[in-house]
T-cell receptor, first 114, second 115 residues
Framework: KQEVTQIPAALSVPEGENLVLNCSFTDSAIYNLQWFRQDPGKGLTSLLLIQSSQREQTSGRLNASLDKSSGRSTLYIAASQPGDSATYLCAALISSGSARQLTFGSGTQLTVLP | DGGITQSPKYLFRKEGQNVTLSCEQNLNHDAMYWYRQDPGQGLRLIYYSQIVNDFQKGDIAEGYSVSREKKESFPLTVTSAQKNPTAFYLC??????????????FGPGTRLTVL
């Protein structure tokens, strides 16, 4: 069964730092890998989606990479800002019977200190 | 203003009561999903529906029920059989369940507390 792990569970950095969030998955048979942002008590906002055939995706200060062979994805945030403080979740899209489902990691809670 | 709405935002339930959480989308998406999130954990799939009048159990369906009578609506009932229902519930939709190149969109969530 696919397992998705995010380490560390929490991270604090000073404003302006570049940082990397990690996501690992046990089964490389994924269709895509998605990164989401969740603010406290809110729903999820999709940040980036990387197809299994792609190596990376970029949006503004965010860059996500995917290495299926090693079962890893990273989310790089450049020049971090206090407004980036949130929980970041990764999720792998996998086959489940006749359907396709997302399997989520438990998230990394990021705090950017002013 | 397109999107997914969930109501209520906060819900309190006494033990032994059934409650229904609402999820509505106006994105014309075929697929809809219900997830449960516990503190410090990722999302776990409760039920999903790929098309109207069809739904399938997810990983933690016991104690829950759903219906999909309309494309835009996918209500979740938390029954008294659910032993630990206090959690944050998130609804999501996707234009086509089988697609691999598009995203799930999430609602704002309902926080259910059992008193």
């Amino acid at each position: 069964k696919q397992e998705v792990t995010q380490i560390p569970a929490a991270l604090s950095v000073p404003e302006g730092e570049n940082l990397v969030l990690n996501c690992s998955f046990t089964d490389s048979a994924i269709y895509n890998l998605q990164w989401f942002r969740q603010d406290p008590g809110k729903g999820l906002t999709s940040l980036l989606l990387i197809q299994s055939s792609q190596r990376e995706q970029t949006s503004g200060r965010l860059n996500a990479s995917l290495d299926k062979s090693s079962g890893r994805s990273t989310l790089y945030i450049a020049a971090s800002q206090p407004g980036d403080s949130a929980t970041y979740l990764c999720a792998a899209l996998i086959s489940s019977g006749s359907a396709r489902q997302l399997t989520f990691g438990s998230g990394t809670q990021l705090t950017v200190l002013p | 203003d397109g999107g997914i709405t969930q109501s209520p935002k906060y819900l309190f339930r006494k033990e032994g009561q059934n409650v229904t959480l609402s999820c509505e989308q106006n994105l014309n998406h075929d697929a809809m999903y219900w997830y449960r999130q516990d503190p410090g954990q990722g999302l776990r799939l409760i039920y999903y529906s790929q098309i109207v009048n069809d739904f399938q159990k997810g990983d933690i369906a016991e104690g829950y029920s759903v219906s999909r009578e309309k494309k835009e609506s996918f209500p979740l009932t938390v029954t008294s059989a659910q032993k630990n229902p206090t959690a944050f519930y998130l609804c999501a939709s996707k234009d086509f369940a089988g697609a691999t190149n598009n995203e799930q969109f999430f609602g704002p969530g309902t926080r259910l507390t059992v008193l």
